[in-house]
């Protein structure tokens, strides 16, 4: 892991800029955070639309996280922002574009080949991260997981025992495969869903909450559409990581 | 409206039970109401069970309202506790049971005849409440509804102005015609729904939550059964009363 920038924002957040190997990503550490007193850590997960893009979003839920007492880290998907693209991954990009433009009904099989290997290849990136972020004396555990690609977020949960809590956006295409992994998912959830989001399949998302084998899983449907989730709902999702994390 | 009891709890809560002509009910005000400082108020919506046997869950909810700077009121329904039965509710009851041991699904028929009589007597009475504890200094506005019978709270969000927010529990049966009103419900909704609510109709509760016409709505659901509402599905109800009275 090595820092390659950083700046300190007026409320004592410090942010900093690393690459682990290829990927870039980006580390927020509230001023609180010290050898002496580790902080709990939020991954902050993301739709595909590269880091820079995302940034403001990102930086926001950090600043927020932190005044939580959280650090935050995310890293860039692999074939996002200036990361190598794929042949298959941009087929089934091109093939999801076709679709939407034609009002088509996107498949089962544009679906598998868009997130399937995502996942395959993000949830590795994901844990080298987690590895390198948990070694750093300010960040401590427990490790939550918030946000999307969902897919991403369950795959974690299954496989990372270091996650002990997530919060999940259903804003994207889930795979049927997914469905099976989500009974495998025990950690306590924090499901966000988009009532009125009308690129998102409201049926599969409420299909997923049911399939979550967590004893302790909250689904929060709200008004707004797919960027419009309201600031309460903000609020929700981070006493949710409070609850779990502190 | 004539009170006939008082009491004051350690925490200040002053409870005082009263009738407003033949309907019992009971006021709870914080310790900091008074006339130079009126506090809104929330309505306590409850279950057909009687005000006797929901006073333990009641009072907690006031206790818990209070601390956050509301008073609360509830009145026994038409027909429950000490107050005259009619025939055919005792009929509607009957049926209900009868379909429940012998595992039929219960008919739309039964629904309607238990619910919509209790809402054609029930919502003038809480309006007559409202009259009586908006006339008490100390009790200023706005006010919510909190609460069962579902459809008890969607016809007083439909018909009565004063009430501005309602935080409604998905728990109980809902009438075809109650569909038709919600799509009129303009106030915000706090939704409540347990998601694994064996005596429940899952799937009436979202098709309820998507025909609410209100811009800002939330769905909530959680697990734990019928009664097992957790703590968290609290504080975050009260939060939306805290958003919308204040």
């Known amino acids: 892991m090595h820092f390659t920038s950083q700046q300190r924002f007026d409320d004592g957040v410090l942010e900093r800029e690393f690459t682990l190997g290829e990927i870039p990503g980006i580390l927020w550490t509230p001023a609180s955070a010290s050898v002496t007193a580790p902080v709990p850590l939020i991954l902050l997960g993301h739709p595909t639309l590269?880091?820079?893009?995302m940034y403001p979003r990102l930086v926001a839920r950090a600043r927020h996280s932190a005044a939580e007492g959280f650090a935050t880290a995310t890293i860039e998907h692999p074939g996002s922002g200036d990361r190598p693209r794929w042949p298959a991954a941009e087929q089934a990009r091109a093939d999801l574009r076709r679709a939407r433009e034609t009002g088509e009904p996107v498949s089962h099989e544009i679906v598998d080949a868009l997130i399937l290997p995502l996942v395959e290849r993000a949830v590795p990136e994901w844990q080298t991260a987690?590895?390198?972020?948990?070694?750093?004396?300010?960040?401590?555990?427990?490790?939550?997981?918030?946000?999307?690609v969902i897919s991403i977020g369950i795959r974690l949960a299954v496989v990372e025992p270091r996650i002990v809590a997530a919060g999940l956006f259903a804003g994207s295409f889930v795979p049927r495969a997914m469905f099976e992994?989500?009974?495998?998912v025990t950690i306590p959830l924090h499901v966000l869903l988009q009532w009125d989001d009308e690129?998102?399949?409201?049926?599969?998302?409420?299909?997923?909450?049911d399939a979550f084998g967590s004893k302790e899983k909250s689904l929060?449907?709200?008004?707004?559409?797919?960027?419009g989730v309201p600031q309460f709902a903000g609020d929700a999702a981070a006493q949710?990581?409070?609850r779990h994390l502190k």
Chains 1, 2 share one sequence.
């Open 220 to 227: 929060h449907a709200n008004m707004g559409g797919h960027t």
């Open 199 to 209: 690129g998102n399949d409201r049926q599969a998302a409420l299909d997923l909450f």
């Open 50 to 53: 590269g880091l820079r893009k």
């Open 130 to 148: 987690l590895d390198a972020l948990l070694s750093l004396p300010e960040i401590g555990g427990p490790v939550g997981y918030s946000g999307g």
């Open 240 to 242: 949710f990581f409070t």
């Open 181 to 184: 992994e989500a009974r495998q």
